[in-house]
């Protein structure tokens, strides 16, 4: 059994990455705690609270992203931290070499029906003389990231990391530790599998119309072959049935607010989770271009998601123009 710290040693990881890396499993290893107890720790249901999102905040989200901030700020390695739940990005050591983005807990509208949710996260390096209070240390590309990845709260509580050398998952057992239970992740290069919220079919453009239309089809239509489709309403469940099986997920532009490119969020969900696909070989994308591609200008920026096997990924941007 390999515990993450060794993982990472024998991969040659930075020893600072492999500390903040068991730093933030020490967090997502409390607010795991705080789940399991739920109902009995009166922790369930809604705060009072409304964030910068315009979303009401869950008592967990709140407890979640406590708890990040508390044990991320409390490493020297950590330069400044952004989160979902944080209008602003809160500084930490003014020599930290890192900056993490977070959604504290992503998919909360499922926790009071127990259905999985998750924290995900990304670690990217302190520009030189740029503070980690200051938004515009942020604004990095998703190529730039260092690390990327989420807990999955799930019948287990799974971690899913890259550092550019893969995608590992890592479970938590009952004794505290993430163990190395599946190496080298790859993202079957075919599916039959899709996710999209069907309900905002009417607001999608053409091409997502067209394209999801001729998957309803199945083997009578253009692209030959049966379909099958699911929605969690939790993009971390999402994407960690894409890593294990294939599928494509999506949350298109939709012109119910035409002036958002999408509903999710560059820097704390787009881009770890694109880093995270595009290393176990599948494809991640805006509908028009990779999202590791995008250059951030806002902390909280929302980006269109299409990701998934790499063929069926192909297949939806030849729909939208791609030759
Ligand atoms: P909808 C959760 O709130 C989230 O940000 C993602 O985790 C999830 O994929 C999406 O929103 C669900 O959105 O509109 O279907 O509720």
Redesign the pocket.
Known sequence: MLLLSQFLKHQNTPDDLVELTDTLMVACKEIAIQLREGALAGILGTSEEVNVQGETQKKLDIISNDILKAVLLDNPLVAGVASEEEEEPVAGNPNGKYLVTFDPL??S?NIDINVSVGTIFSILECPEGMSGGDEAAFLQAGRKQVASGYVLYGTCAVLTLTTGNGVNMFTLSHTGDFILTRENVQIPEQTQEFAI?MSNQRFWEPAMQNYVSDLLLGEEGPLGKRYNMRWV???VA?VHRVLTRGGIFM?PWDKRAPEKPG??RLMYEGNPMSWLIEQAGGRSTTCYKDILDVEPDKIHQRVAVALGSKQEVTTMMAYHGEK
């Open positions: 992503d998919g509208s919220n309403a939790s993009m999402e949350y509903k999710l």
